[in-house]
């Protein structure tokens, strides 16, 4: 084999994996949240357009019901032994705390502290209506003992998010990633807005 046909069949292997891994793929970038702070979290973001894509109609009608919240805190057990419960309530027999607000949602697990944000795009949502003029965000955050750095390349700051309880949350249906990703957001949308 001439090392002309060695390196294309290596380009095409390196393509064909890029392309059938969705855990490099589809997120955007990884992105410092504070551009001027060395010392803030960085994150693995969606932007709006593939944010859209993975919530859809369905999340913009859900975030669209945020209008009476300003700020609310629930607890979610995965297994749906425990009801939703408060803030009040102990962190025992629950694995998310889901802080609620019309910006943002946060969805900590409990115990590792990995975590979604959904960047609602309430404001902008109101005055414009459509689904491809919102503008949400998705980001992710591994737990800390595997912080994404600055300098981490989305691949690293991957292989660092797939530690994480919250990936394991996600994920734990099989490896569609990014559909089970918008349907773990919606169902915590949904049981969030309920309580």
């Known amino acids: 084999m001439r090392l002309c046909d060695v390196l294309k069949l290596w380009n095409f292997t390196c393509l064909f994996l890029l392309l059938s891994c969705p855990h490099f793929a589809a997120a955007e970038k990884v992105k410092p949240l504070n551009p001027d702070c060395d010392v803030c979290p960085v994150v693995i973001s969606y932007d709006s357009e593939e944010s859209r894509n993975l919530i859809g109609e369905t999340g913009k009608n859900l975030i669209s019901k945020l209008t009476n919240i300003k700020e609310k805190t629930v607890k979610i057990d995965l297994d749906g032994i425990k009801k939703t419960g408060s803030e009040k309530d102990g962190d025992d027999g629950y694995e998310l705390v889901i802080s609620v607000y019309q910006h943002m949602v946060a969805i900590n697990a409990i115990r590792d502290g990995s975590s979604i944000k959904l960047k609602t795009g309430f404001n ?32 690293l700051a991957w292989a660092k998010m797939r530690k994480s309880r919250m990936y394991d949350f996600i994920n734990s249906s099989g490896d569609k990633w990014e559909q089970n990703l918008g349907q773990f957001l919606l169902m915590v949308l949904d049981r969030s807005l309920q309580e």
């Open 124 to 155: 902008h949502l109101i005055t414009h209506q459509t689904l491809d003029q919102w503008n949400p965000e998705i980001q992710l955050t591994p737990s800390d003992a595997h912080a994404i750095e600055r300098s981490d390349p989305l691949a």
